[in-house]
Nanobody
Framework: QVRLIESGGGSVQAGGSLRLSCAAS????????VAWFRQAPGKEREFVAA???????YYVDSVKGRFTISRDNAKNMVYLEMNSLKLEDTAIYSC?????????????????WGQGTQVTVSS
């Protein structure tokens, strides 16, 4: 079992930065792949970034070069560093974990989800 709790959301002006954190419980967290998804108002949840158990990373094209996903297995933490934020980055961001270990970009494979944290980017 893995429990996930996100933090670090907030309001920021366009061009600004935020760092989201995802705190995980579970002794075998290092074996899990973790991803960030986001859901904007009126839109479907979409994949943002993932990090595998082997520390491979993958990003959706719209955030490449701006967002960085990382993990600290000793602390059971995953982070999403978001720079050069745009209005269209406004959404509820959720972290999710899967025991599959590799890079997974689709929702059904993730069995563990946090409650989400709001990110609002304004002009």
């Amino acid at each position: 079992q893995v429990r996930l709790i996100e933090s670090g959301g907030g309001s920021v002006q366009a061009g600004g930065s935020l760092r989201l954190s995802c705190a995980a419980s579970g002794r075998t967290f290092s074996n899990y792949a973790v991803a960030w998804f986001r859901q904007a108002p009126g839109k479907e949840r979409e994949f943002v970034a993932a990090i595998s158990s082997s520390l491979y990373t993958y990003y959706v094209d719209s955030v490449k070069g701006r967002f960085t996903i990382s993990r600290d297995n000793a602390k059971n933490m995953v982070y999403l560093e978001m720079n050069s934020l745009k209005l269209e980055d406004t959404a509820i961001y959720s972290c999710a974990a899967t025991g599959l270990g590799g890079i997974i970009t689709t929702i059904p494979e993730y069995g563990y989800w946090g409650q989400g944290t709001q990110v609002t980017v304004s002009s």
